[in-house]
């Protein structure tokens, strides 16, 4: 399978990206562009996010994924990523993958933040988006933070092998100190940025489709309702794996989940 690494973007703001060209020639194969999610899940979902767009080429869709600035090969510190960033990095991006596949039709699959970054940025897109796919989106960022946090002393917890109760008590009894998540930097500037995502008050993206695909939150059923109130298309699909993506287990098991996968993967189709 033919893919070409390379940079793209402003000089000043430049990004790494991977282009797997499609194996065939399908003519209403929309170009995909997927959104990594933040921090050790970009980590842990990168051999995800390589075989999605392996499949994804296979049908006959030019794929683009890529890094934020600030993150992973792309240039920038760590302290400079931000939310507004990856919105800005996500139409850089799309662009480039226009350029690139020569398609006009377009779908977006982001994961966690990048779920929700994707969701902030396709309302500025245009023409509108063939379609916008969601995986577990962060839809409260104040419920994504506490999450962090709660990973983040665990974590702290098996390294020193002590309680986790014992750790949240002695280091984190302020939430707000917390500046880093996994080894990731979280400054109050992007805390603040992160805290202020709602997307169950955001405006809806005038995506042809939309997507959500997660464990069955309560929250995602919200949303999905939210979305189709609205009159838009929105599809709602639980994650049926046994172990989340996000999981330790699926982590040190270094699997894929195929099944969510094989969801993602028809849901873009149905894009044709």
């Not at 999905?224 to 009159?231: E, L, S, T, V």
């Not at 287990?249 to 094989?262: H, Q, R, S």
């Amino acid at each position: 399978m033919a893919v070409t690494p390379f940079h793209f973007g402003a000089s000043e703001r430049t990004m790494f990206g991977v282009y797997h060209h499609p194996e065939q020639r399908t003519p209403r194969a929309p170009a995909v562009l997927l959104c990594n999610p933040f921090g050790e899940e970009a980590i842990r979902s990168f051999r995800i996010f390589r075989v999605l767009a392996e499949r994804l080429a296979r049908a006959g869709s030019p794929v683009l994924r890529f890094d934020y600035f600030g993150t992973g090969d792309s240039a920038g510190e760590c302290s400079e990523f931000s939310v507004a960033g990856m919105r800005e990095d996500i139409l850089t991006a799309h662009d480039e993958l226009i350029d690139l596949s020569a398609k006009q039709r377009c779908v977006w699959a982001g994961l966690g933040l990048g779920a929700s970054a994707a969701y902030l940025a396709a309302l500025e897109v245009r023409p509108a988006l063939a379609g916008l796919v969601m995986w577990d989106p962060a839809i409260s960022g104040t419920d994504y933070l506490d999450m962090l946090l709660r990973s983040h002393v665990k974590m702290r917890a098996q390294f020193l092998e002590q309680d986790v109760a014992k750790v949240q008590a002695r280091d984190f009894a302020n939430p707000s100190q917390l500046g880093e998540a996994l080894g990731f930097t979280l400054s109050p500037e992007l805390k603040t940025e992160i805290s202020a995502i709602d997307l169950l008050t955001a405006s809806i993206p005038t995506a042809r489709k939309l997507s959500i695909v997660g464990a069955g939150r309560d929250v995602q059923e919200d949303l999905a309702c939210r979305i189709g109130d609205a009159g838009r298309s929105i599809d709602l699909h639980k994650e049926e794996d046994a172990n989340s993506w996000n999981s330790d287990e699926a982590l040190n098991a270094y699997m894929v989940p195929v099944k969510t996968l094989d969801k993602i993967v028809a849901s873009i189709g149905g894009e044709q």
